[in-house]
């Protein structure tokens, strides 16, 4: 299974990482619920999709950000509704729970759900089966749950915004995720790993990592963790030249290590743009079956298809133009404001791309032709603010 070859490759660098892997494998083959605690970016998803990969479960992993809800939302997705449950509930659903069952749901931001609903968690915890909203029956529940979080949940117990007895149904087993500084051993075997992944989707080849780049690398402090590095990378490769990632192709916003003499380059002070999908991560559920996890277009198709289908059952007015647009927009933020990349990634030419980046604002000029290319590239447009 892809997922799990490449969490384990990479984990196993760091002395920490592999004990730490050890440890994960061991708690995954139990049904044992488990609190995945790390700063954000430490890895903590991946972490959680590879307990599920190497439990016996043949159900699905649902993922579930507890912080992306209000809170009359939650209630329903997690639990679900019958027909006329509250105002707009046209047709019977099932929550989260549901879809998990005979897999795993994981609940990520656990420390972001409100006392209300730490209550009902608790209670689904306790009876191991949920009831609908509007309904009485129960349903009974076959599901794994492993919930993650980055902030302290002891000190949220003493402050009261978090209950003692699911922080202790929650944490049967718990998983620390160190920070990337404190495992310099994965540093650069991820980079490697990103620059792989990355180069592949912006149709580069043979791209290496420079001596002062990898030296840039491990010097740094890293504050957001893996998730950084991969940014970091993903922008490098749009920069670089040459087929080689150099130092001053890498923009790094934080500070560096600590323990390290100071020999880097003073470059890094330009803001980083977090792609989109890393700003906002919502809600998604995975591939259900190991199949389907090594061949991802199938199911990532299915998940369009299935999110297609909730903006027709919402009426969504002018839905071709709403998803053509963040079609454009997510890829352009994507491709950090590079048109070139952008209508690569696309698979369109780059003057169909300049029409589209006029119609939605994106870029200046009001004829909407496809024009010849002007040189309007990455900078100038960076205030662009994305929302999907
Ligand atoms: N050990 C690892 N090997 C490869 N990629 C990793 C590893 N750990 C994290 N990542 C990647 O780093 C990014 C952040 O990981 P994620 O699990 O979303 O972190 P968190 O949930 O802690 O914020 C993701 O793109 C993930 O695939
Ligand atoms: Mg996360």
Redo the contacts with the bound molecule.
């Keep these: 299974m892809a997922l799990s070859i490449?969490?384990k490759?990479?984990?196993f660098h760091d002395p920490r990482?592999s004990a730490l892997l050890e440890q994960v494998e061991r708690i995954a083959r139990s049904d044992a619920t488990v609190l995945?605690i790390?700063?954000?970016?430490?890895?903590?998803?991946?972490?959680?999709?590879h307990i599920h990969s190497q439990s016996e479960r043949k159900g699905p992993f649902i993922a579930v950000n507890c912080g992306a809800f209000s809170e009359s939302l939650i209630d329903a997705e997690l639990f679900g509704h019958e027909t006329g449950a509250f105002t707009g509930a046209t047709q019977a659903r099932s929550g989260w729970f549901e879809a998990a069952n005979g897999g795993t749901l994981f609940l990520?931001e656990i420390g972001d759900l409100s006392m209300a609903l730490q209550v009902k968690l608790l209670r689904v915890l306790q009876e191991r089966q949920v009831v609908r909203l509007g309904s009485r029956r129960p349903i009974p529940l076959d599901v794994r749950l492993v919930a993650?979080t980055?902030v302290d949940l002891h000190k949220a117990v003493a402050a009261e915004r978090f209950r003692s007895d699911l922080f202790y149904r929650l944490s049967v087993a718990t998983v620390n995720?160190p920070p990337l500084c404190e495992r310099p051993g994965?540093i650069l075997p991820?980079a490697r790993?990103?620059i792989g992944l990355y180069s592949a989707k912006l149709k580069l080849e043979n791209v290496d990592l420079g001596p002062d780049a990898e030296a840039a690398l491990l010097a740094y402090e890293w504050p957001g963790?893996?998730?950084e590095?991969?940014n970091v990378i993903h922008y490098a490769l749009i920069v670089c030249r040459d087929g080689s990632i150099r130092s001053e192709d890498l923009r790094m916003v934080g500070t560096l290590h600590r323990s390290r003499p100071a020999s880097v380059p003073s470059q890094y002070s330009q803001p980083l743009q977090l792609p989109p999908e890393?700003q906002q991560?919502h809600l998604h559920a995975v591939p259900a079956s190991r199949a389907e996890e090594v061949q991802p277009a199938p199911a990532l198709r299915q998940r369009l298809e299935s999110l297609f289908n909730e903006f027709i059952e919402a009426g969504e007015p002018v839905l071709f133009d709403t998803v053509e647009e963040a079609l454009i927009r997510t890829a352009y933020a994507w491709c950090h404001q590079n048109q070139v990349q952008t209508a690569k990634v696309l698979g369109i030419s780059r003057n169909i791309l300049r029409t589209h980046l006029k119609r939605f604002g994106l870029i200046g000029g009001t004829d909407g032709g496809a024009e010849s290319s002007t040189p309007a590239e990455s900078g100038q447009f960076r205030h662009i603010s994305i929302a999907l």
């Design positions: 490449r969490a490759a990479l984990l990482s995945v790390g700063e954000t970016g430490t890895g903590k998803e991946l972490i959680a999709r990520d993650a980055n995720l994965d991820l790993h990103f963790n893996i998730r590095l991969e890393q991560r």
